[in-house]
C-alpha cells in the first residue's frame, strides 16, 4: 500500500489555497483534498509495516505549534516538476518531521536523506513543457509568488493511503495522530 504521513490543512486555509490553485492557467491541479503538508513519503508498505507505524507514530509526543503558508515557487527550475506555496512552522515544524522519519526508520522502513522544504502542492506539470505553458507559470508567479494566509494552529498530524488514478491521487486517512498543546 502507498503511504505517506502528513499536516492535513484547515478549511480557512484550503479556501485561499484553491482560489490560488484556481488562478493557475496550466498544471495538473491537485484536489482540494489533496493539500498538505508532506512529513514523510513512504512509498510502498504492507500492512502489517503501517500497523506496526501506527502504534509508533502514537507514541510521538510534540507540542502543538502555528504554521503560515506563504509565498509561492516551483521545484524544477527551468524544467517545473510541480508548484507550490511554502509552509512555514520553524523548528517545531522540522522537529515533527524528524520524529515522524525516525520512528519509521526505527520499524525499518527506508527513507532516503533528502533537504526539507515544506510545502502545499498546488500542480504538477509533464515534462517538455511549451514555452508559451512555461511563460504562463512566470507570470502566475510573479502576480501570486507573494501569497500569504493567516497562520493555523497543527494540532495533529495522519498517515495517509494513497491511490493512483487517471484522474490523480485519491487519498484516504488511516489513522490520526493528536499533538499535545503542552
Same mark, same amino acid.
Given at each position: 500500500?502507498? /503511504?505517506?504521513?502528513?499536516?492535513?490543512?484547515?478549511?480557512?486555509?484550503?479556501?485561499?489555497?484553491?482560489?490560488?490553485?484556481?488562478?493557475?492557467?496550466?498544471?495538473?491541479?491537485?484536489?482540494? +483534498?489533496?493539500?498538505?503538508?508532506?512529513?514523510?513519503?513512504?512509498d +510502498?508498505?504492507?500492512?502489517a509495516?503501517?500497523?506496526?507505524?501506527?502504534?509508533?507514530? $502514537?507514541?510521538?509526543?510534540?507540542?502543538?505549534? !502555528?504554521?503560515?503558508?506563504?509565498?509561492?515557487?516551483?521545484?524544477?527550475?527551468?524544467e517545473? $516538476?510541480?508548484?507550490?506555496?511554502?509552509a512555514?512552522?520553524?523548528?517545531?515544524?522540522v522537529?515533527?518531521?524528524? %520524529?515522524? $522519519?525516525?520512528? /519509521? $526508520?526505527?520499524?525499518?522502513?527506508?527513507?532516503?536523506?533528502?533537504?526539507y522544504?515544506?510545502?502545499?502542492?498546488? /500542480?504538477?506539470? *509533464?515534462?517538455?513543457? *511549451?514555452? +508559451?505553458?512555461s511563460?504562463?507559470?512566470?507570470?502566475?508567479?510573479?502576480?501570486?509568488?507573494?501569497?500569504?494566509?493567516?497562520a493555523?494552529?497543527?494540532?495533529?498530524?495522519?498517515?495517509?493511503?494513497?491511490?493512483?488514478? !487517471?484522474?490523480? /491521487?485519491?487519498?484516504?486517512v488511516?489513522?490520526?495522530?493528536?499533538?499535545? %498543546?503542552?
Amino acid at each position: 500500500m502507498r /503511504a505517506f504521513v502528513a499536516i492535513p490543512i484547515p478549511e480557512e486555509q484550503v479556501a485561499a489555497l484553491e482560489r490560488l490553485r484556481d488562478a493557475l492557467p496550466v498544471g495538473r491541479k491537485v484536489n482540494s +483534498e489533496g493539500l498538505h503538508i508532506t512529513l514523510a513519503f513512504l512509498d +510502498e508498505q504492507t500492512q502489517a509495516t503501517l500497523s506496526a507505524l501506527d502504534g509508533e507514530l $502514537r507514541g510521538v509526543s510534540v507540542p502543538e505549534f !502555528e504554521v503560515r503558508l506563504r509565498g509561492v515557487d516551483v521545484f524544477g527550475g527551468k524544467e517545473p $516538476r510541480l508548484i507550490w506555496v511554502g509552509a512555514d512552522g520553524g523548528e517545531a515544524l522540522v522537529g515533527l518531521r524528524k %520524529s515522524v $522519519r525516525d520512528v /519509521a $526508520r526505527q520499524i525499518g522502513i527506508y527513507l532516503p536523506r533528502e533537504r526539507y522544504r515544506p510545502h502545499v502542492t498546488l /500542480a504538477r506539470f *509533464r515534462k517538455g513543457l *511549451r514555452p +508559451e505553458e512555461s511563460g504562463k507559470i512566470g507570470t502566475y508567479l510573479v502576480e501570486y509568488g507573494g501569497f500569504s494566509c493567516p497562520a493555523f494552529q497543527v494540532n495533529g498530524f495522519a498517515l495517509y493511503r494513497s491511490v493512483l488514478t !487517471e484522474t490523480g /491521487a485519491v487519498y484516504t486517512v488511516l489513522a490520526e495522530y493528536p499533538l499535545g %498543546s503542552m
